[in-house]
């Protein structure tokens, strides 16, 4: 069965960076993109962008551009987010999730990663 | 503030029906598809509606969605207590160039 593997929390200081790893199974990795949502608390979701299994072209949201890095590594199957110049506002859950062949419906999540900015 | 705009709240009896609108515009849900996901506390989203009224498999029909012009709407009918929940709607933007969300609505089972 598909699944999204993400990796553990982080607890990070204003100004450093910190990079979420989803490792994915179940599915070929480079059928498939991988679009990064996150969920500060108590929050709605926010797209951060996305990125194609299968040559790693990256598309991100204009808030982050400069600040985010998305790539790939198809050995593993795992796709990564790396967010920099870390602000408190920049806690939140950040969540993998895997396109489908409808762009937007996304059936298979990540179960998340909790990021905490905090000097 | 979300590009989507969805009401905070909805609530409703065992066995109710509850509707949550979700309003856009042009650039986003008149011109382009929307989804609908459930997030249950402490977990992931879950895709409950696509492409404006497809339901993915193992989803009940209890939840239904619909479209007209800039605005959606997803409907709970036969309100169960596990439906307690934050719902959000989301749909691609062009003028964008991306997906936007509803800020989302808290289901309350009363």
């Known amino acids: 069965q598909v699944q999204l593997v993400q990796s553990g929390g982080e607890v990070k200081k204003p100004g450093a960076s910190v990079k979420v790893s989803c490792k994915t199974s179940?599915?070929?990795?480079?059928?498939?993109?991988i679009t990064w949502v996150r969920q500060a608390p108590g929050q709605g979701l926010e797209w951060m962008g996305w990125?194609?299994?299968?040559?790693?072209?990256?598309n991100y949201a204009q808030k982050f551009q400069g600040r985010v890095t998305m790539t790939t590594d198809t050995s593993t199957s795992t796709a990564y987010m790396e967010l920099r110049s870390l602000r408190s506002d920049d806690t939140a859950v950040y969540y993998c999730?895997?396109?489908?062949?409808?762009?937007?419906?996304?059936?298979?999540w990540g179960q998340g990663t909790l990021v905490t900015v905090s000097s | 503030q979300s590009v989507l705009t969805q009401p905070p709240s909805a609530s409703g009896t065992p066995g109710q029906r509850v509707t949550i609108s979700c309003s856009g515009s042009?650039?986003?849900?008149?011109?382009?598809?929307v989804n609908w996901y459930q997030q249950l506390p402490g977990t992931a989203p879950k895709l409950l509606i696509y492409s404006n009224n497809q339901r993915p498999s193992g989803v009940p029909d209890r939840f239904s969605g619909s479209k007209s012009g800039t605005s959606a709407s997803l409907a709970i009918s036969g309100l169960q207590s596990e439906d307690e929940a934050d719902y959000y709607c989301a749909a691609w933007d062009d003028s964008l160039n991306g997906p936007v969300f509803g800020g989302g609505t808290k289901v309350t089972v009363l």
């Open positions: 179940g599915y070929s990795f480079t059928n498939y993109g």
């Open positions: 999730a895997r396109d489908s062949n409808i762009f937007g419906a996304w059936a298979y």
């Open positions: 042009t650039s986003n849900i008149r011109s382009n598809s």
């Open positions: 990125i194609s299994g299968y040559n790693g072209n990256a």
